[in-house]
């Protein structure tokens, strides 16, 4: 079965440019978050979506930062005048419902601002 | 503010002996933890789990450990394979979380010698 995709799945940027990262969650799967992995360091929570409605955005680390799920299946991540401190590799994951605690990551997006 | 630290950046085990990974946390909110573990190039995969009622949880040679009273959790695999070989992080859900997004240690690399 498909599992959760992500693409692209490299994207170099140069400072400044505006960069969009697509997830495609597991179909059927009602919850999707986002998170941003930098170098050596766990993986940080910064939105989470169930079906298309953005319930929680806490963790976006500014106003540059901005995520979508209008049908409520794929979302797509957008950073606006991406800076050096953007790149990291920005992880989707998806689970059936607010109540399943298991989430399904998928391979991520590495995002290298130059 | 970390909330949840896992303090052993690294790890290096014989092969057939026990790995133990572990894993502390300061918020006393948390009630459910999960171990991740993740391939390079790969997203997180789900591992195990356990819920603050219980104190331990087996899923064949993976046991995790909860002490909460310490706030702390271990995670033990034996025998311990090469395949194990992996970075491994531990994640947290706090207490009536309706969105159940996941709070991370920064990970732990366990090498596994044959």
């Known amino acids: 079965g498909a599992g959760v995709s992500q693409s692209p799945r490299y994207k170099v940027a140069k400072r400044g440019q505006d960069v969009a990262l697509r997830c495609d969650p597991i179909?059927?799967?009602?919850?999707l978050f986002w998170y941003q992995q930098a170098l050596g360091q766990g993986p940080e929570f910064l939105t989470y979506?169930?079906?298309?409605?953005?319930?929680?955005k806490s963790g976006l680390p500014s106003d540059r930062f901005f995520a979508e799920r209008p049908e409520g299946s794929v979302s797509t991540l957008k950073i606006q005048r991406t800076q050096q401190e953007d790149s990291a590799v920005y992880l989707c994951?998806?689970?059936?419902?607010?109540?399943?605690?298991?989430?399904?990551f998928g391979p991520g997006t590495r995002l290298t601002v130059t | 503010d970390q909330q949840v630290k896992q303090n052993s950046p690294s790890l290096s085990v014989q092969e057939g002996r026990i790995s133990i990974l572990n894993c502390d946390y300061t918020?006393?909110?948390?009630?459910?933890f999960l171990w991740y573990k993740k391939y390079p190039a790969e997203g997180p995969t789900f591992l195990i789990s356990?819920?603050?009622?219980?104190d331990k949880n087996e899923d064949g040679r993976f046991t995790v450990f909860l002490n909460k009273s310490a706030k702390h959790l271990s995670l033990h695999i034996v025998p311990s394979q090469p395949g194990d070989s992996a970075v491994y992080f531990c994640?947290?859900?706090?207490?009536?979380?309706?969105?159940?997004?996941?709070?991370f240690g920064g990970g732990t690399r366990l090498m596994v010698k044959p």
């Open positions: 979506f169930q079906n298309e409605a953005q319930l929680d």
């Open positions: 918020n006393s909110m948390f009630d459910y």
């Open positions: 994640a947290a859900i706090p207490f009536n979380n309706a969105g159940n997004m996941l709070t």
């Open positions: 356990i819920s603050s009622i219980k």
């Open positions: 994951a998806s689970s059936l419902a607010g109540g399943t605690y298991e989430q399904y």
């Open positions: 179909s059927g799967h009602v919850s």
